[in-house]
């Protein structure tokens, strides 16, 4: 388990170019550019939606990934949250090592009231260009992320579009939060129509699906 703590900026189109010359520049290297295809599961009546959690199963470049995202809070694009992430056989869900690792932490309530009723709900794929960036001792990963979501709901295909920075923070000696909001200030200097997003991947393909 660990708490995951990243900045989300809403990224205009027209912006895309600039944002990946800005991290470009600030890296000193091109961006490393990787496919992720996610699906998001939960029950019929949404257990999982309702305990604001959200279970994951990714396909990654390094393989099949699961990931469990319980409540936590957003405010001015920051999110901070508890993860646990682990790797997987294939393209389906291994919930029972969820259960376990969750468990240990007190905190596998919803989830295993769900496990039996799980159902796939929607996709976020998209492509993410990814840097690691060293910003006043701590280290960020920052990722221009170009995707959809996308849900069929009752034979209605529905989609809208992926198209966001977050920054992400990997190591710090302390909480590491300034960091992350000293890159954010520069971004916002350099790439004046981003906006901070406090609304996840996860709680967009909800608010799809219910149109």
């Known amino acids: 388990m660990g708490i995951e703590r990243e900045i989300k900026l809403a990224l205009p189109q027209d912006q895309v170019a600039a944002a990946l010359r800005f991290f470009e520049t600030r890296a000193g290297a091109p961006g490393h550019p990787i496919r992720l295809e996610n699906i998001y599961f939960d029950t019929p009546q949404l257990a999982l939606a309702r305990a604001k959690s959200a279970l994951r199963l990714r396909r990654a470049p390094e393989g099949w990934l699961q990931t469990f995202k319980t409540v936590g809070v957003s405010v001015n694009g920051l999110h901070a949250r508890h993860e646990w992430e682990m790797p997987v056989a294939g393209e389906a869900l291994e919930i029972d090592r969820l ?35 060293d910003i006043d001792g701590a280290q960020v990963e920052a990722a221009v992320d170009q995707g959809e ?24 000696k302390d909480d590491g939060e300034a960091a992350l909001h000293a890159l954010a200030a520069e971004l916002a200097q350099a790439l004046p129509g981003l906006a901070p997003d406090d609304i996840s991947k996860a709680q967009r393909g909800y608010a799809l699906r219910e149109g």
């Open 99 to 133: 259960l376990h690792e969750c468990d240990e932490a007190g905190v596998s309530t919803a989830l295993s009231g769900a496990a039996a009723t799980l159902i796939p709900l929607f996709r976020t794929d998209f492509t993410r260009t990814l840097w690691t960036l």
């Open 149 to 172: 979501i996308t849900a069929d709901v009752n034979g209605e295909a529905r989609s809208t579009p992926i198209c966001e920075i977050e920054l992400e923070l990997k190591a710090a």
